[in-house]
């Protein structure tokens, strides 16, 4: 089975700055793209950004300029660095991986819960 498991989670005030961390069980060459969603109380969850296996990235624009996705190959290991956090940042992080050839397989980490105060 796989298994994603996020950290770096945690208490930050605003104007602080984060990184998440997601840990994969297998070569991120196996996945098609992963990626980071976030959901807030009461709220849908939403993409924060992606990688493909190819490097392609892409962000939302509500996030745009102020977090940055990474990968380190070598510790199968994705981040997620984000700056000048604000309170609407809170939000349980989820990491996210897709593969198969029509990506037909998702999974899903066990969230990493980041609170930002003001």
């Known amino acids: 089975q796989v298994q994603l498991v996020e950290s770096g989670g945690g208490l930050v005030q605003a104007g602080g700055s984060l990184r998440l961390s997601c840990a994969a069980s297998r070569s991120l060459f196996s996945f098609n793209s992963l990626g980071w969603f976030r959901q807030a109380p009461g709220k849908q969850r939403e993409l924060v950004a992606a990688?493909?296996?190819?490097?392609?990235?892409n962000y939302a624009d509500s996030v745009k300029g102020q977090v940055t996705i990474s990968r380190d190959n070598a510790k199968n290991t994705v981040y997620l660095q984000m700056h000048s956090l604000k309170p609407e940042d809170t939000a349980v992080y989820y990491c996210n991986a897709h593969s198969g050839r029509y990506d037909e397989y998702e999974y899903w980490g066990q969230g990493t819960q980041v609170t930002v105060s003001s």
């Open positions: 990688i493909t296996t190819g490097g392609y990235i």
